[in-house]
C-alpha cells in the first residue's frame, strides 16, 4: 500500500506485535466501486463561466453608468425642489459603481457557494 | 508509476478526476473500516456503512484539506466524526462518555499465539472506545499521537493517557 501513513517502527514488545499482527488487511471486495457510485455530482472550477459573470457584471455596470444621469436628469426635472446644487452625474457614477461592486461581490459568492 | 497521496489529491481537486480519487479510496479503505468496525466492536457492516459516509465526505471537503497536516491525519478525524454522529444518534455512548468495562477477563490459561489473536480482539472489546480508538490509530495504523490527537480531537495528553492505560489494561489481560 503506497500511502503516506508512517511504517510502524520495529518494536521488541510482545504486545505491539500482537497488535500489528491482529491488523489485517481488509480485501476491497467492491467497496470503492461502491463509494465512487455515491459520490455526489460534483463541477470543475468553471473559469469560462467566472468570466462571463465578471464581464456581465461590467457591461452591466458600464450601462448602467451610462443611463443613469439620464434617469437622474428626469428625476431633477420631474421633482421641483431645490437640489439643482445636487452633482447628480457624480451620484450617478457613485451609484453605477456600487451597484457595480455589489453585483460582483454576489457573482462571486454564488460562485463560490455553487462551486462547494 | 505510483502516485503520492498530494499528487492524488491535486488531481481530484483540479481535474475532479474519480480515477485518482478511486485509488485513494483503495489505499485507504482497509485503515479506515477497520478502525470503525472496531470501534462498532466488530459490526462490518455497519463500519462499511460509516466507511463509505466517510469516503463520501472527503470527496465534498477535500478543497478544505490543508496538505500541511498527513492525508491520513485527517481521514481518520472524518471517520471518527462519521462514528461520532451515528452514536449520537443510535444514543450510545460518545467516545468520552463510554464507562470503564469490568478491570479483569478471564485470562487465557494457555496463551498459545494460535488463540491469543481472538483473545485481543476479545480484550479490544472491553476496552472504551476512547482507548481503543487511541490504541488503533497509533499502535496499528502509526500515527503519532500528536497525529491521533487531531483525529480523535482530544487533547494530547488524554491520546498518551488512553494509550497508556489501553496497553497496560491489555497486557494484564492478555498475559503478554
Known amino acids: 500500500m503506497k500511502n503516506e501513513m508512517s511504517h510502524l517502527p520495529k518494536t521488541q514488545d510482545p504486545l505491539d506485535e500482537l497488535l500489528l499482527g491482529a491488523d489485517e488487511y481488509l480485501p476491497d471486495s467492491g467497496f470503492t466501486a461502491r ?10 472550477h468553471s473559469w469560462r463561466r467566472f468570466a462571463v459573470l465578471t464581464l456581465a457584471v461590467f457591461i452591466g455596470a458600464a450601462l448602467a453608468a451610462w443611463e443613469l444621469p439620464a434617469i437622474f436628469g428626469i428625476l431633477h426635472q420631474a421633482i421641483p425642489l431645490h437640489w439643482s446644487a445636487i452633482q447628480w452625474p457624480l451620484i450617478a457614477t457613485i451609484t453605477a459603481l456600487l451597484a457595480a461592486l455589489a453585483s460582483l461581490v454576489w457573482a462571486m459568492f454564488a460562485l463560490v457557494a455553487e462551486e462547494r | ?8 489529491i491535486a488531481r481530484v481537486l483540479l481535474r475532479v478526476d474519480q480515477n485518482a480519487f478511486g485509488e485513494l479510496v483503495r489505499r485507504y479503505q482497509s485503515p479506515v473500516r477497520s478502525f470503525i468496525s472496531k470501534l462498532a466492536d466488530g459490526d462490518a457492516h455497519l463500519a462499511d456503512d460509516l466507511a463509505q459516509e466517510t469516503f463520501v465526505k472527503v470527496w465534498n471537503k477535500l478543497g478544505t484539506f490543508r496538505s500541511d497536516a498527513k492525508f491520513s491525519t485527517w481521514l481518520f478525524g472524518i471517520a471518527c466524526n462519521e462514528w461520532r454522529m451515528h452514536a449520537r444518534g443510535r444514543r450510545e455512548l460518545a467516545l468520552e462518555e463510554l464507562a470503564e468495562p469490568p478491570d479483569e477477563l478471564a485470562q487465557p490459561e494457555a496463551a498459545t499465539a494460535s488463540n491469543l489473536r481472538l483473545d485481543l480482539a476479545a480484550a479490544m472489546k472491553l ?50
Open chain 2, 127 to 176: 476496552l472504551t472506545t476512547a482507548e481503543r480508538a487511541a490504541i488503533v490509530l497509533c499502535c496499528q495504523n502509526g500515527l503519532s499521537h500528536d497525529e491521533a490527537a487531531q483525529a480523535l480531537g482530544c487533547p494530547l495528553g488524554t491520546v498518551k493517557t488512553n494509550v497508556l492505560r489501553g496497553r497496560e489494561k491489555l497486557k494484564r489481560w492478555l498475559a503478554v
Open chain 2, 1 to 8: 508509476m505510483s502516485f503520492t497521496d498530494a499528487d492524488l
Open chain 1, 35 to 44: 463509494v465512487l457510485t455515491a459520490l455526489p455530482a460534483k463541477r470543475a
